[in-house]
């Protein structure tokens, strides 16, 4: 049992771990969520049925234990890392004005629904596929294509607003 588990952390580990870190932005967050991830696999592999590929089961237990780990900061406002920690420096020239793009496209992001936030990143940032991003979310290939579609579209007329 723990040699399937050990399997596929070898497997997927890494797209997990990109999966979890486009959700928190956060490294020390998502090795953490990762790790949860793969100790609750290892709990509950009996209950897995084999519905959906393994790593789509992989990120729905993510994906459940990031938003458990979202409830716990809301209850628990101390537990959220300090701003304060962040590197104030600016980079150099062309890495400031690519920041500066960076910065606008993530308050843009920001301001989309979680449900469009959390597709245009399993897309954009993870490479997920379509069909992969339909079974996370329990929908189709077809309503992840169109969801992602319109989730870009307003990102677009929020750039032109």
Request: hydrophobic letters at 35%.
């Amino acid at each position: 049992m723990s040699d399937a588990i050990g399997e596929y952390y070898r497997e997927y580990g890494k797209k997990l771990y990109l999966y979890l870190l486009t959700l928190c932005n956060e490294p020390d967050t998502a090795e953490d969520l990762m790790q949860e991830t793969f100790y609750q696999a290892m709990r509950h592999l009996g209950s897995y049925k084999g519905e959906s590929s393994v790593f789509t089961w992989l990120c729905g237990i993510a994906r459940n234990l990031w938003h458990g780990e979202l409830r716990r900061r809301k209850y628990h406002p101390s537990a959220e890392p300090d701003a304060a920690e962040a590197d104030p420096a600016p980079p150099p020239d062309k890495a400031a004005e690519q920041r500066e793009i960076s910065l606008e496209l993530l308050r843009q992001l920001h301001g989309l629904p979680e449900q469009d936030k959390e597709l245009i990143l399993l897309r954009a940032a993870a490479g997920l596929s379509f069909r992969t991003i339909g079974e996370i979310f329990g929908r189709s290939e077809n309503w992840a294509r169109v969801t992602y579609h319109r989730a870009r579209q307003k990102l677009i007329k929020e750039d032109k607003s």
